[in-house]
């Protein structure tokens, strides 16, 4: 069987497949190349993250394909519903990633409630002759301890960044459409776990309560977040999206940071990847990072080692 991991796999997942004796290709092929490609080297597996898209023309056009893999969550680079009538298996690690996307939002939240997004813009600048009104002008952080961390969209990722909210001593509120209530279980190194009972509210009342918000929704036709709720919002809250482009409203979030409704708001996805607005990039008061929510060393090493464990597993039954 030959498997090409378009946009990379970890040496794990790699060596999970070979083992079993298929070979796997790590090129990667451009995307008008790629149709070319699969067929000239009888392609039975593609891989993708999130760079490369598999869409009906693409299946349509190679039909050596069998199984067509997402190392992440979100599959809405791949036509998943036109491939499954085709017979195609879609699979995607949906869990491997969680804890990873959890601490990237973590890491922006605390570097905006120190300051350090701006800090670290600023110092290499200035730091040598105006330490002291760097100083000053960062001097009034906020702690995370005590404060409410809202979160939308309750999946395994939500849960994963409710539990170190809860860690830090936060107040968690949670909406979601499909979940009422959810026990998150944290557990400790050395064996101790401790539940908690989550009963999830209202969009709204999420919105209300939040001093930071963290958004963990798919792609969907419309904005989750635009001008009417960041209304709703406190003045002075903090955001991060890290789940996909098109989930908040570009335009609106400056708007709200303009204003002071947002003190500050971080961004790992954008409604224009991979060529995020000048307006956006050039905002000190946004924190920015180029979709690496689940870009860990053992994030990547989960999600190759999944992804060989159902493809080894698929094709032991066709």
Request: proline letters at 3%.
């Amino acid at each position: 069987m030959k498997i090409l991991a378009n946009d990379g796999i970890a040496q794990a997942g790699i060596d999970a497949l070979e083992a079993v004796g298929y070979h796997v290709i790590t090129t990667n092929v451009p995307q008008e190349k790629l149709e070319k490609y699969i067929n000239e080297n009888g392609i039975d597996v593609i891989l993708v993250r999130s760079a490369t898209k598999v869409r009906a023309e693409l299946i349509d056009a190679c039909p050596s394909i069998k199984i067509i893999g997402r190392g992440g969550v979100g599959m809405d680079n791949i036509d998943v519903d036109y491939a499954r009538e085709q017979g195609l298996h879609v699979i995607n690690t949906p869990a491997a990633s969680s804890h990873s996307v959890a601490e990237l939002v973590f890491a922006h939240f605390f570097g905006m409630a120190r300051f350090l997004h701006d800090s670290n813009r600023n110092m290499p600048l200035e730091g040598e002759n105006n330490f002291k009104g760097l100083k000053k002008s960062y001097a009034k952080g906020t702690e995370l301890l005590g404060k409410t961390l809202g979160i939308i969209g309750f999946g395994r990722i939500g849960q994963e960044t409710a539990k170190i909210g809860l860690g830090l001593g936060m107040n968690v509120v949670a909406y979601d459409l499909f979940v009422k209530e959810q026990v998150v279980s944290l557990d400790f190194f050395d064996g101790q776990k401790v539940d908690f009972d989550i009963k999830l509210i209202s969009k709204e009342a999420v919105l209300q309560q939040a001093d930071f918000l963290s958004l963990h929704v798919p792609a969907q036709k419309e904005y989750v977040i635009a001008d009417k709720e960041f209304e709703m919002m406190k003045a002075g809250a903090f955001m991060v999206n890290a789940a996909r482009g098109g989930v908040v409203s570009e335009v609106a979030l400056v708007k709200a940071l303009e204003s002071g409704t947002l003190k500050a708001a971080a961004l790992d996805v954008f409604e224009k990847e991979p060529t995020p607005e000048v307006k956006l990039l050039m905002n000190s008061d946004l924190s920015l990072t180029p979709h690496i929510g689940g870009a860990t060393v053992e994030a990547q090493s989960r999600i190759g080692t999944e992804l060989a464990s159902q493809i080894i597993s698929i094709f032991k039954e066709l």
